[in-house]
């Protein structure tokens, strides 16, 4: 009788629903579990240690505090983890509990300790292992001293006094922890573990360092260290972050379910939080959804007797539960069930439906698209809703299909794995919780602190081009609408639309400002110069700057129309002369400015004739020299240019035009100050704004190519209608922004430099610090004077503020005082554009140098700085005042450098008499007084000022390149470092770093980018704005009227916080998904409130996805992360397809994250019924599918992920290899971490001119003596890429041909501290003498060094790129084989044999085929393995295997490129290695190599194959075999597009093939072949055989050497006569019989059985289980059937 549920109480029917899921489970068929774990390579880091990290990130001074607090109370380390005392925040201690469970700092602690390992192994040896010890560096001696224990340290302490320099021997490391601010002589590193056995011994060093006296001559560093060796060593980190994947192999698609639990889970779970997920007011639409289940029940419902109709009707309040058990009979019903295509056309919008209807959608949308082949056939059979059906059409009318993109908290993030898994969401987030902690403890309430981070109105990018208007700008010397030969030209803007394609448009306007400013003096920029004329006419003014060089700030004179009269303790002012460095350049400059006053013509002239008049000379130097000779040369060009007057009138002119040369007025004067104000550097052009630095702007067709860029612009513009046909081309750059000054430190990227084009470079970035609070907001500002009636007490809202504040630490740094009074007393603002702008500067001048009047500078700044109006002042008295102050300031900071000019030794009365003389200059008579008073009494630096000051200092320790000396800049926590000599500040510069850091404030204005995602932008709608945009002192003053309470300067300090958060992270801003949000009908929106909104939220979301494909299996893990944990508000549009002809998904899939504990709701995860698996750290899966699966971890590009343990084929996972319930285990090792990078070739002038192909270089660790790896330079782009554990490496040329070719131009540790390393730049230069080309020349005496055991690369086993060491998961008694890669003392040349292999089945046969090749051939063998695609199984034999048969092996890997189109599938990217990365795969030192594949059997000796004759090419294959017509239909290169392309040439199996690798790198065919790949790999219907149709493709490029055919006879394609003479067979797939290989090979090979007996006798023998793999797995399909297996 069916079961109704008729008067059956609730609970019992619950608990009757859990026994019946419980016997299903059991009974459904063939049930088993996959858990795989990922560990890390290196010893395990304490959970303390990782919290001790995040407040060091935090607050670095208060991470050591704590650090002492902890030693000092002897607290025990497990109390230790949390640290949540220290937060004040809920988001930060939420989000520390995130990173510390899933090792987050890990890399960064490894690289510490891998210090400590080297100083233990090179000073430390005494101390015992385990334990902590210390080192102590002394600037009295010349190696350091280990200290074991803290007694001795005490003593250390004690007996050793301050004084002397730095200890040459010590390298700091930017991660270092200080416990104790030092003046740098003497040097302590503590050396300890946070670790519960390694605390103890460290807290008794660090109880010693908390008892130091303040200040102390002792600088004392905290580094990590291992602790103690437990029985099973010191253990390993469970790692997170990656994805697991179990993909059907099947190509006949069947699905399974075994989900009971997980299913249930989101049902009932979903169910206790619909109060807090459903409260987003849902539309008509969305009930409809809701309502969907019940629909469903207007019939009978009965399944295996349970009338589900009449139990959801009499027991709503488990209706969930009631639904998904119904749900999983069904799926459990169709076990394997096939489902036909039109079955699954609606898919996309059943799945839709349901994640819509789920009181959980974010649960729902994991657990459905990560188990989509367990739900697909219960999806299948729902009903869809008819909004989704009638809403359908408006969706695709405002975005296609396949739109995929997520926006977080305003930052882009891709759909890819890279970007959304968990540590690149974490990199993202993490500086956004430092900040939101930061402002936490400044007093900014946690909401407002999380709204105001969130909040981006900006690019984050800043002004690309420089505002080249000036009125020192002269005239052009062409101008566009002068040139008769421009007459015909068009001459209005439209014309933009009707040039050439290709080509410059003729347009009579000067479109283009083009501004050269250089040396005239260096001969190549005066040649420049003249080219630049020829290149005219252009629809252009060109403006020739021509300065001659400066010395920085230096010899300044006393100007008595500014100072007034001068001191008459200073020397007699000095004679005017040139202004510059040298005669010819003043020469020069001074000659074309007279010629250039008197006509453009004749100013081309003059050029023109110097250019002429210096290639007549025999040997022309590379500069005009300063001598008569030369100057008089100059004359005479100007002579005869200007051609007036008799000789003597010409010399009188002459002496006129030179002694005017530096007047006011004149063009040189004006060219220098047009130089100095806009910052720009010698030479450079500037085009249009565009700064291109002489690496970009020297190539032949650079300027064309500068042009061109700003053309297609300015057509956009007019074509766009922005541009009118009469507009103003010069006003529409400035529209887009524009700096008023360059300084590199300012705008690091503005500057083209040449060479930037291809991978991402790591360029300068902005540097942020944070003042200490209570410190800070205690510094006297100086307003400027666009303030006016502000009080200083309380925040207003409205403005955007700047808060410098100046470090002076030398006296000739003074001029900064005179530079930014004169920007607050001038600001250069407009009144009236934009927001209101106002600027506050304080001064701090650090006096602990010892200078001679820097103390003095001191007192005099501080005393003014102190100088207030009267009480009760009304504001205008208040201005007054500060007036006052600000002209006294920038009279010392003009008079003071004048002075230091005039006299260098200046003394300390000196300094006071030119103070006092600018408080009687600049302060009113009532005034003078107190201001007096003030400077006498401010003989020391305050309370306040000396911790600003020692913080100071604490930023430069971050930065071991400084020397202390700088000037220190502060704008907003912005930091710059002035160095002595450097590149002098302006007003102007001090305008441009606020506009820099006013590009948060300032809203971007919609690009044409915006409507790339509609479909049809003519039926949208302008989407409206989401939030109310306020002003960061809005935000403020809202947040001071809840109670808050924070003085205006507390601006700088939030201002601060956030620039370092927003323009921290590596992705842009990106709003377009909050846009669209709002425009999709509602039936596509998934709309989730924060769980608590009363509480605040720090992270919000918005989406685009389809929910059935790889993207929404890896995000729909971090949107349940995030919405759950982390209280965020998810909006997401759900994009299904409309139609789906087949499976979207294919794969099993886990996303791998360690949740914290408790959730936003305040739920534990113990409390979710799933909770278990949802957030575990492993990948867990129980399965029902009969179907072969293949397992794959999906980690970041930068990690070398290994298979260590499996028992299993985890290349062929099938349910009856595992058992009945029973589980698979595997485990992975993270190894090692990849740094990518880019290798350039610099010219003469330091400027990249080619990429340093085939460059060798090698990293050592610090301290090491051994390289740890090294790689090759790839031609496309320079890309290279080098892998090394956690550490601090140094990159240097390898010996031999690179290093006698090239030397390293710049030098840089290369840190691997993280797990998304940054890319790293290599610069070479050429050795004198030497060409690039003689890298690829004959080796000589370096291939002899490359003999023997040891030759090529560093030692035993490490392969060129990556080559991993063959030992390292090895048994212990392995042997170890050495590396050979060029002959043996024998001199029988070694044979380099190259194979890959995945899967128990091929490893097998690569086994067999090993042995054919040892058993025909008599000379040496290496084989070479693909590292990454073999189990642990065939690691462990391989080994025993070369000892046994006396050959050589290696296991090479290489990471993907970044830069190169990516393959998802395992098979394509087997494929890939076999052919893509052979030129940087081996060694320089292997001559050639010969590929095979794993199926094969040799029946020769494949010497003959080695010694073949190429003719020239780099490689040869066999052609496919034509001699067997039962398989003609299937050749599909005779027909079709193949016939097409090859012509006459034959298409080539890829079984088989070889390689001459020396002429392969010569011709750069690795490059080409990328090149290729890229190119036919956008298209996913090209390269169906990978390796196969990519050289095939290319024979037009690269020509193919067909081998004899009889070395490779497969019995697909060849005839049986033609067997007998084979010298390899090949197990190629029949298409016709599909017949298993290890089946075919017993038949078609008669010595194929032996082989393999051998093999499997001698693996029982070396005590290896042995593999049986079935035969089933041989008949794998192949995405073509002309593609014969590995």
């Not at 399974?256 to 008509?284: F, I, L, P, Q, V």
Request: net charge negative; charged share 20%; with cysteine.
């Amino acid at each position: 009788m069916p079961l109704a549920g008729n008067a059956v109480p609730s609970w019992l029917l619950l608990s009757v629903f859990s026994a019946l899921a419980s016997f299903a489970a059991a009974a459904s068929k063939g049930t088993f579990d996959v858990r795989a774990k990922l560990v890390s390579g290196w010893p395990r880091t304490p959970s303390a240690a990782q919290s001790l990290e995040f407040i060091r990130d935090i607050d670095d001074a208060q991470a050591g505090e704590w650090l002492l607090e902890l030693a000092s109370k002897q607290t025990s380390v497990d109390e230790l983890a949390p640290a949540k005392t220290l937060l004040i925040s809920s988001s930060a201690a939420t989000y520390q509990e995130l990173l510390v469970r899933n090792s987050y700092y890990s890399p960064r602690i490894e690289c510490l300790r891998s210090l400590e390992r080297t100083d233990r192994q090179l000073y430390g040896k005494s101390c015992p292992a385990g334990t902590a010890w210390a080192l102590v560096w002394q600037s009295s001696s010349a190696s350091p001293l280990a200290v074991c224990d803290a007694a001795t340290l005490a003593k250390v302490f004690k007996e050793h006094s301050a004084g002397g320099k730095s200890p040459a021997g010590f390298v700091g490391s930017q991660l270092d922890l200080r416990l104790q601010q030092g003046a740098g002589t003497n040097i302590v590193i503590v050396y300890g573990a946070m670790s519960t056995s390694g605390f103890p011994s460290l807290s008794t060093f660090l109880r010693e360092v908390a008892v130091l006296q303040k200040p102390s001559p002792w600088e004392v560093i905290f580094r990590h260290a291992d602790g103690f060796a437990g029985s099973e060593g010191l253990g390993e980190d469970l790692l997170t972050g990656y994805g697991f994947e179990l993909a059907i192999k099947s190509s006949e698609y069947k699905t399974h379910a075994e989900e009971k639990k997980e299913e249930a889970t989101s049902e009932g779970e979903a169910n206790r939080r619909s109060s807090n997920t459903g409260s987003d007011g849902s539309t008509e639409g969305d009930l409809e959804l809701k309502q969907a289940s019940v629909q469903e029940l207007e019939g009978q419902l009965e399944i295996d007797g349970l009338l589900f109709h009449v139990l959801l009707n009499r027991h709503p309040t488990v209706r969930a539960r009631v639904w998904a058990f119904k749900e999983q009979l069904e799926v459990e019903r169709d076990t394997d069930q096939i489902l036909k295509a039109w079955e699954i056309k609606d898919i996309g919008l059943q799945a839709t439906a349901k994640i819509k209807a789920s009181p959980n959608p974010l649960l729902a949308l994991m657990q459905l698209s990560q188990n989509f082949p367990s739900h697909v056939v219960g999806l299948s059979r729902s009903s869809i809703p008819d909004a989704l059906r009638t809403q359908s059409d408006q969706l695709r009318r405002i975005m296609r299909h396949g739109t995929e993109v997520f926006s977080l908290n305003g930052r882009l993030v891709r759909p890819d794995h890279s970007d959304l898994s968990l540590f690149p969401l974490m990199q993202t987030l993490h500086p956004f919780f430092l900040g939101v902690e930061r402002l936490a403890r400044i007093g900014v309430s946690e909401a407002v602190a999380c709204d105001i981070l969130k909040e981006i109105k900006g690019s984050g990018q800043g002004a690309s081009r420089l505002d080249w208007r000036s009125p020192h700008l002269a005239m052009p010397i062409y101008a566009v609408l002068k040139d008769k030969e421009t007459q015909r030209w068009g001459a209005n803007l439209r014309s933009l639309l009707f040039g050439f394609p290709g080509g410059l448009s003729p347009v009579r306007l000067p479109l283009y400002k083009i501004i050269f400013v250089f040396d005239p003096a260096e001969v190549e920029d005066l040649n420049f110069a003249a080219s630049l004329l020829g290149q005219m006419p252009l629809p252009a003014n060109l403006h020739l700057v021509m300065l001659p060089p400066t010395s920085g700030t230096g010899n300044i004179q006393w100007n008595e129309d500014v100072l007034g009269e001068q001191p008459s303790w200073l020397a007699a002012p000095a004679s005017k002369g040139s202004p510059g460095g040298s005669t010819a350049s003043t020469a020069i400059a001074a000659a074309f400015g007279h010629a250039l006053a008197k006509g453009r013509r004749r100013g081309q002239e003059f050029v023109n004739g110097l250019v002429k008049w210096m290639q007549e000379r025999s040997q022309a130097p590379s500069r005009w020299q300063d001598t008569k000779e030369y100057v008089e040369g100059i004359k005479s060009v100007w002579a005869a240019v200007m051609h007036k007057g008799t000789a003597g009138d010409m010399d009188q002119l002459w002496e006129e035009v030179l002694e005017n040369a530096s007047k006011p007025g004149s063009y040189l004067e004006n060219a220098t100050s047009y130089a100095a104000s806009l910052g720009t550097p010698v030479p450079c052009m500037l085009v249009n704004g565009k700064l291109m630095m002489k690496g970009a702007y020297d190539g032949q067709h650079a300027l064309l190519q500068s042009v061109a860029e700003d053309q297609q612009r300015l057509q956009q513009a007019v074509y766009t209608g922005q541009l009118q046909e009469d507009g103003d081309a010069e006003a529409y750059f400035l529209s887009g922004g524009v700096l008023s000054a360059y300084h590199p430190d300012i705008a690091p990227d503005m500057a083209e430099r040449g060479g930037e084009a291809g991978m991402k470079t790591q360029s300068k970035s902005a540097d942020y610090d944070l003042w200490p609070s209570d410190f800070f907001l205690k510094l006297p500002f100086l307003d400027s004077l666009e303030m006016v009636g502000v009080e200083t007490n309380a925040v207003h809202g409205g403005e955007i503020r700047f808060f410098h504040v100046v470090v002076l630490r030398r006296l000739c740094q003074t001029y900064l005082l005179q530079t930014f009074a004169s920007h607050l007393l001038s600001p250069g603002r407009k009144a009236g554009e934009g927001p209101a702008l106002s600027s506050h500067w304080a001064v701090l001048v650090d006096g602990s140098k010892g200078e001679t009047g820097l103390v003095e500078l001191g007192n005099c700044v501080r005393g003014l700085m102190r100088l207030e109006a009267e009480a009760g002042a009304d504001n205008d008295e208040k201005r007054n005042v500060n007036r006052q102050k600000l002209a006294a300031l920038k009279f010392i900071g003009l008079a003071l450098p004048a002075a230091l000019s005039a006299k260098p030794d200046l003394s300390s009365s000196r300094v006071q008499d030119l103070c006092r003389l600018a408080i009687d200059k600049k302060i009113e008579v009532s005034l003078k007084p107190r201001a007096q008073t003030l400077v006498a009494d401010a003989v020391s630096a305050t309370g306040y000022e000396a911790h600003l000051l020692a913080h100071a200092t604490r930023m430069r320790k971050g930065d071991w390149s400084r020397t202390g000396q700088e000037a220190l800049w502060v704008c907003n926590g912005r930091r710059i470092y002035l160095e002595d000599g450097g590149q002098p500040i302006s007003a102007r510069h001090v305008l441009a770093l606020e506009l820099m850091e006013a590009q948060y404030d300032f809203a971007e204005p919609a690009s044409a980018e915006d409507n790339d995602w509609h479909q049809d932008d003519e039926q949208q709608e302008p989407a409206q704005e989401h939030a109310e945009s306020k002003a960061l002192s809005d935000w403020l003053a809202g947040d001071a009227g809840k109670g808050a309470t924070l003085p205006i300067s507390a601006y700088g300090l939030v201002a601060a916080i956030r620039s370092a958060v927003l323009s921290h992270g590596k992705n842009e801003r990106f709003t377009q998904p909050a846009k669209i949000f709002d425009m999709v009908p509602s039936a596509f929106r998934l709309h989730l409130p924060p769980a608590l909104p009363q509480v605040a939220s720090p992270i919000t979301i918005y989406g685009i996805l389809d929910p059935l494909s790889e993207v929404s299996q890896s995000a729909s893990a971090a949107l349940a992360l995030f919405g759950m944990v982390f209280n965020a508000e998810v909006k997401l549009v759900l994009n299904p397809p409309m139609r789906v002809t087949e499976y979207p998904l294919k794969r099993y899939y886990r996303e791998v994250v360690h949740w914290p504990e408790r959730l936003a709701d305040g739920r534990t995860l113990a409390e979710l019924e799933d909770g278990a698996s949802v957030g575990s750290g492993r990948a867990e899966m129980t399965l029902a599918t009969q179907h072969t699966l293949t397992a794959a971890v999906h980690a970041l590009p930068t990690w070398l992920v290994a298979s260590r343990e499996a028992i299993h084929d985890m290349d062929n996972l099938r349910a009856k290899d595992i058992g009945q319930g029973k589980a698979c285990e595997t485990t992975y090792v993270l190894r090692q971490l990849y740094v990518e990078g880019q290798a350039l070739v610099l010219g003469d002038e330091g400027w990249p001119i080619a990429t340093a192909k085939g460059v060798q270089f090698e990293i050592t660790g610090k301290g090491a003596l051994q390289a740890s790896d090294d790689t090759i330079v790839m031609g496309n782009l320079g890309y290279f890429q080098v892998k090394g554990d956690p550490g601090l490496y140094k990159a240097s040329l390898k010996s031999g041909p690179s290093n006698d070719t090239f030397e390293l131009a710049t030098v840089q540790d290369l840190e691997v501290s993280s797990y998304i390393t940054p890319p790293h730049q290599l610069r070479v230069l050429l050795r004198e003498g030497k060409a690039h080309d003689d890298l690829f020349g004959p080796e000589g005496s370096h291939r002899k060094k490359n003999k023997g055991a040891a030759g090529g690369l560093f030692g035993a086993l490490k392969s060129m790129l990556g080559g991993e060491d063959a030992v390292t998961d090895r048994e212990p008694e392995a042997p170890v084989p050495q590396m050979e890669v060029s002959s043996l003392s024998s001199g029988h040349e070694t044979i380099h044999i190259f194979s890959v292999a995945s899967g128990h089945l091929y490893e097998k046969l690569l086994g067999i085929m090993i042995l054919s090749v040892r058993n025909n051939t008599q000379n040496p063998l290496h084989f070479w393995f693909i590292d990454q695609f073999l189990s642990p199984h065939f690691k462990a034999f391989i080994p025993k295997l070369s000892e046994r048969y006396n050959f050589k092996y290696d296991f090479v890997t290489y990471k993907w490129p970044s830069w190169l189109n990516p393959q998802s599938e395992k098979q394509r990217l087997i494929w890939a290695y076999k052919i893509l990365f052979l030129d940087v795969l081996f060694p320089q030192g292997v001559p050639k190599i010969i590929f095979i594949d794993a199926d094969q059997v040799v029946r020769a000796d494949v010497r003959e194959l080695w010694d073949i004759d190429l003719k020239g090419n780099v490689y040869g294959f066999t052609p496919m075999g034509d001699t067997n017509p039962a398989t003609e239909g299937f050749r599909f290169w005779k027909q079709g597009y193949w016939k097409g392309h090859l012509g006459e040439k034959p298409y080539h199996i890829s079984a088989l093939f070889v390689v001459d690798l020396k002429e392969l790198r010569r011709t750069s065919t690795g490059e080409t072949l990328r090149g290729v790949y890229n190119q036919l790999s956008r298209d996913p219907n090209s390269l169906a055989n990978l390796d196969q149709d990519l050289p095939n493709f290319a024979q037009h490029q690269v020509p193919i050497y067909s081998l004899p055919p009889e070395w490779l006879w497969c019995e697909t394609w060849c005839s049986q006569e033609t067997k007998a003479a084979a010298k390899t067979i090949d197990l190629c797939q029949n298409p016709l019989t599909k017949e298993p290989k290890i089946v075919m090979a017993r038949r078609i090979i008669s010595e194929w059985q032996s082989y393999h007996d051998e093999v499997e006798h001698f693996r029982v023998e070396a005590g290896l289980a042995v593999m049986e793999p079935s035969n089933s797995l041989a008949s794998k399909p192949e995405q073509s059937m002309g593609k014969p297996e590995l």
